[in-house]
Structure formats: C-alpha cells, structure tokens
C-alpha cells in the first residue's frame, strides 16, 4: 500500500508559476513510476505528467509540454510539478499518482494509487 500526500496547491495569476509536491509513504519509492493527473470541474481526470522510476525517462501531456516539469528525488520520497507559464485553463485539482510500471501510467493512464488531490486556482 502507497499513501500519497500532495502539497503546494493555491490561487495564482495567469502567467504565474507555482510548484507541486508529493510525500509517498513507502519504503519501496524508488521501485514505482510517479505521475500527475488533474480534474477540472465537469471534466474527466487527465494526464498531466510521468517519471519513471530512476528519473530518466519522463512524459508530459501536449497541453502542459514546455510549461510544466515533473522530477523526482528518491532519497526523499518525494515527487514534484514545476508549473510555469500558468493559464485559466489549468485551473484544477491535482492528483499524484503512483504505479509499478511507467508506460501503464505514461502511454495507459492507469495506476495503482493516488492522493487526496491539491486545488490550483489560475486567475485570467
């Protein structure tokens, strides 16, 4: 079992940045892909971002590509959303979410775990 706790959520302006992070409760941190998903009010929950486990393979969806950056830091447990350049339309709650393979979670967009979620608030 992977608990997840996501942070760093808030109200910015547009053309702000702001930085998501994830706690994962496991000792096992190292062994799992990490990824972000989000959901606007009336959508459907979107891909936003994925790492593998090492760090060196990552992926981010068309709509966040050169604005966003996933990283990770093992020795932490920890995983982060760099956001950049942020728009009205980011405008959701952020889930992080882990999974024991990379392309599952990258190419399928599926997982095993997520967070609570963290509300980020993009005024235009």
């Known amino acids: 079992q992977v608990q997840l706790v996501e942070s760093g959520g808030g109200l910015v302006q547009a053309g702000d940045s702001l930085r998501l992070s994830c706690a994962a409760s496991?000792?096992?941190?190292?062994?799992?892909?990490m990824g972000w998903f989000r959901q606007a009010p009336g959508k459907e929950r979107e891909f936003v971002a994925a790492?593998?486990?090492?760090?060196?393979?990552?992926e981010h969806s068309a709509s966040v590509k050169g604005r966003f950056v996933i990283s990770r830091d093992n020795a932490k447990s920890t995983v982060s959303l760099l956001m950049n350049s942020l728009r009205a339309e980011d405008t959701a709650v952020y889930y992080c979410?882990?999974?024991?393979?990379?392309?599952?979670?990258?190419?399928?967009?599926?997982?095993?775990?997520w967070g609570q979620g963290t509300q980020v608030t993009v005024s235009s």
């Open positions: 790492i593998d486990w090492s760090g060196g393979r990552t």
């Open positions: 979410t882990a999974d024991g393979n990379f392309y599952r979670m990258a190419r399928y967009h599926n997982y095993d775990y």
């Open positions: 496991t000792r096992a941190f190292s062994s799992y892909a």
